[in-house]
């Protein structure tokens, strides 16, 4: 019987397996740093500035609508008119 195709040493200790676990360990956890440093910024920086636009945008709407309305309760129409002369 041939035993050319048994393996006799540790998959994870022959020459080069532990460098490559260790590179696999070191991009999974270069990916949750980068993940983790991804959800800080949007935590910490984004969410910041989409609420304080967003505020500041309700703030110019209604300060506008509010312009408009008393504009209208004073009965004056604005309007640009032209005089023709003959």
């Keep these: 019987m041939d035993n050319t195709f048994i393996r006799t040493e540790t998959p994870g200790l022959?020459?080069?397996g532990v460098l490559s676990v260790?590179?696999?360990v070191l991009a999974v956890a270069a990916a949750g740093i980068a993940l983790v440093a991804m959800m800080l910024i949007g935590l910490f920086v984004l969410l910041p500035l989409l609420l304080a636009g967003g505020t500041a945008l309700y703030l110019h709407l209604r300060r506008r609508a509010r312009q408009?309305?008393?504009r209208r309760a004073d009965g004056v129409i604005d309007a640009e008119y032209t005089i023709i002369d003959r």
């Design 14 to 16: 022959r020459n080069g």
């Design 68 to 70: 408009n309305r008393d």
């Design 22 to 24: 260790l590179v696999r």
